[in-house]
């Protein structure tokens, strides 16, 4: 059950952050830097998302249980929100390297030039840590219910993703001269239906738990 939390992990967060259409976007946005230049700005971008990513993986679910929010409503909700995510992707539909809005991507532009803030802005969020990631990371936490092991395997998947989107991050300009559009579409592609079909079982998990149906939905 460890191993198969962490993979669940890893291949939800690979989904919904997507390290090669970051390491795309750090290329686009970074021209000018040096090599140590970059690597400074992505180790601190991971950092900063990965505490956030961390924070929301093991306090999010315990507040919404605070406010009135039931188990099975954190599943069912967040599984609808991933399946859209995974939709964006699946269709091609999801912004990758334009993945901010006009303004947004101007104020990054802005940033970029004095490499002031960049590793917050736009990098940390809303690239790393955005909605889906902190959504998919209550999630998951919240179907360990409770087990201290399976919480670990989560954040070990977590953890497995953030080091690969660190790595992928400071080698961003190879990576965009080598990659092709081509592959990064297939990627995020395959990866998209991956995270539809684990969206989907967490609704089913989420109406299950529910009890509307009156007996769980298994795998």
């Known amino acids: 059950m460890m191993i198969e939390t962490a993979l669940t992990a890893f291949a939800t967060f690979f989904a919904v952050i997507g390290p090669v259409d970051s390491a795309v976007l750090v290329a686009s946005l970074t021209p000018n830097l040096s090599r140590a230049e970059r690597r400074r700005v992505s180790v601190k971008a991971v950092a900063i998302a990965t505490v956030i990513i961390l924070l929301f993986t093991l306090v999010g679910e315990p507040i919404l249980r605070r406010l009135g929010v039931t188990l099975a409503a954190l599943q069912t909700a967040g599984g609808i929100i991933l399946f859209i995510i995974a939709l964006d992707m699946t269709l091609s539909r999801r912004a990758t390297p334009t993945l901010l809005t006009t303004k947004e991507s101007a104020e990054a532009e802005t940033k970029a030039d004095g490499h002031a803030d960049l590793a917050?802005?736009?990098?940390?969020?809303?690239?790393?840590?955005?909605?889906?990631?902190?959504?998919?990371?209550?999630?998951?936490?919240?179907?360990?219910?409770?087990?201290?092991?399976?919480?670990?395997?989560?954040?070990?998947?977590?953890?497995?993703?953030?080091?690969?989107?660190?790595?992928?991050?400071?080698?961003?300009?190879?990576?965009?001269?080598?990659?092709?559009?081509?592959?990064?579409?297939?990627?995020?592609?395959?990866?998209?239906?991956?995270?539809?079909?684990?969206?989907?079982?967490?609704?089913?998990?989420?109406l299950a738990d529910s009890a509307l149906f009156g007996h769980a939905v298994t795998p």
């Open 120 to 206: 917050v802005f736009p990098l940390a969020t809303p690239l790393l840590a955005g909605p889906g990631a902190m959504t998919g990371a209550i999630v998951l936490a919240a179907n360990t219910k409770g087990d201290p092991a399976l919480l670990v395997a989560v954040v070990a998947g977590i953890l497995a993703v953030m080091l690969v989107t660190l790595a992928l991050l400071m080698l961003a300009q190879e990576i965009h001269r080598i990659i092709g559009v081509t592959a990064r579409k297939v990627i995020v592609r395959v990866f998209g239906v991956l995270l539809a079909a684990l969206a989907v079982q967490t609704i089913f998990d989420g």
